[in-house]
């Protein structure tokens, strides 16, 4: 019988660890081609031999490196948030990733924690989701017998962090955007694009949602049409989701409904982009007779091919464009024609804060449309209604969406103050 070979030392390129595979299982090692992940590398053949060229991990074998690899692979966490995991993943490899699973303690945790709060660039709530995370991971780790349950129990000993713990910044609520704002932004969009911040500001529904909208998911047997969302943020929790469309917004979804098939979005980019050529060619400056002509110029294989249906960031990024049409940016950081966000940034320096002011003062995101929803909703029929519109199981989830106006204050306060 043919003995298996040994496996090799190897360089994992997205993590930039090195690896060893056993019987299709990764075993990371720490960082590539170091003395420590050498070693690592030594001991884990050498178990593998002993134990019959067999890798059987145990809570006593399994490191921080397995249980992370472990947790990806296993893909448990939602898309959305993959990226949030993905971060507190780095900071504990960078830190523990050699370090026996079961030994990973309070005093490693808060480790953690000082290291990614020393690196900066986010908000403290964004430091104790990424903790929480941690925590999760070790969870599921418990959940496959890869590590005992009190490592959890510890864990779950180190507490968030509160305002005023650290030098980190507070996150700033989203707040509703004013009506006169959205209308001047979308004399800068396309009609499709308006047309989707008009549906959104009328049923208060979240970007992803409204992006992935398709004909056959809305029931429009009765007056007021029923939009059941089958992959939504929620779902993994069992939860249903259905979002109330009137008769506003119908008239404005009821063209494309008609014009698109049910297994389509209602929404798509190409539509965009067709008014986009149009309006060009109309107000081209160059004689027909001279130049290109239109269509003589079109690439067989385009670099960026145009998708069949928006994506919430690409829906986010046609606002961006408007708003910063309205408002260009200073002339000091004027941004050079094809140049991406990374050379700007590269370019501008010290003076990439004056980018970063403008955006905040000018731009906005299709999400405070939802917020102001819920804002109106709760004014005029109360939290409960609120609740209910946005499709939230919990009110203190609604009153973050749902600020209480002013003006109801006033009103008490003129009457009995």
Not at 266 to 282: G, H, L, Y
Not at 385 to 411: C, D, F, M, P, R
Request: glycine share 6%; aromatic share 6%; with cysteine.
């Amino acid at each position: 019988m043919r003995k298996m070979r040994v496996p090799t030392y190897r360089y994992h390129k997205p993590s930039g660890q090195a690896v060893v595979t056993f019987d299709g299982l990764d075993v990371y090692l720490g960082r590539y081609d170091t003395t420590a992940s050498r070693r690592a590398y030594d001991r884990r053949v050498a178990e593998w031999l002993a134990a019959g060229r067999t890798a059987v991990l145990t809570p006593q074998t399994v490191t921080v490196a397995d249980v992370c690899a472990g947790f990806l692979v296993a893909r448990v966490c939602p898309d959305s948030q993959e990226s949030e995991y993905r971060a507190a993943i780095s900071a504990m490899l960078y830190l523990y990733g050699e370090t026996p699973a079961a030994n990973f303690g309070p005093l490693a945790l808060q480790a953690v924690r000082s290291h990614v709060e020393a690196a900066g660039g986010i908000k403290r709530s964004t430091l104790n989701s990424r903790i929480h995370n941690i925590r999760r991971i070790f969870k599921w780790a418990v959940s496959m017998e890869m590590v005992p349950a009190s490592v959890v129990a510890s864990l779950e000993a180190v507490e968030s962090l509160r305002a005023g713990d650290t030098t980190l910044g507070e996150s700033k609520s989203v707040q509703p955007v004013p009506d006169a704002v959205v209308a001047a932004t979308c004399e800068k969009l396309s009609q499709t694009v308006r047309d989707m911040v008009c549906v959104q500001a009328l049923t208060g529904m979240r970007s992803e949602e409204l992006c992935t909208m398709l004909p056959m998911d809305v029931d429009r047997s009765d007056s007021i049409w029923i939009y059941a969302i089958k992959d939504h943020k929620t779902a993994h929790h069992d939860i249903i989701r259905a979002v109330a469309i009137g008769p506003k917004a119908q008239a404005i979804l009821l063209p494309y409904m008609d014009r698109r098939a049910t297994d389509q979005p209602v929404f798509s980019p190409s539509e965009a982009v067709r008014e986009m050529r149009v309006n060009r060619s109309a107000t081209r400056k160059t004689p027909l007779n001279q130049g290109n002509r239109v269509g003589t110029n079109r690439a067989e294989k385009v670099e960026r091919p145009v998708t069949v249906g928006y994506t919430a960031a690409t829906y986010r990024n046609a606002i961006y464009r408007a708003c910063d049409q309205l408002h260009p940016p200073p002339a000091e950081v004027a941004r050079h024609r094809g140049e991406d966000e990374q050379q700007w940034k590269k370019r501008l320096g010290t003076k990439w804060a004056i980018v970063q002011d403008w955006r905040r003062r000018h731009r906005w995101h299709p999400h405070q449309l939802r917020h102001t929803f819920g804002t109106l909703a709760r004014e005029q029929f109360g939290l409960d209604h609120a609740q209910q519109v946005l499709g939230h199981t919990n009110a203190k989830t609604t009153e973050i969406y749902a600020k209480i106006s002013i003006g109801k204050a006033k009103e008490v306060v003129a009457k009995l103050g």
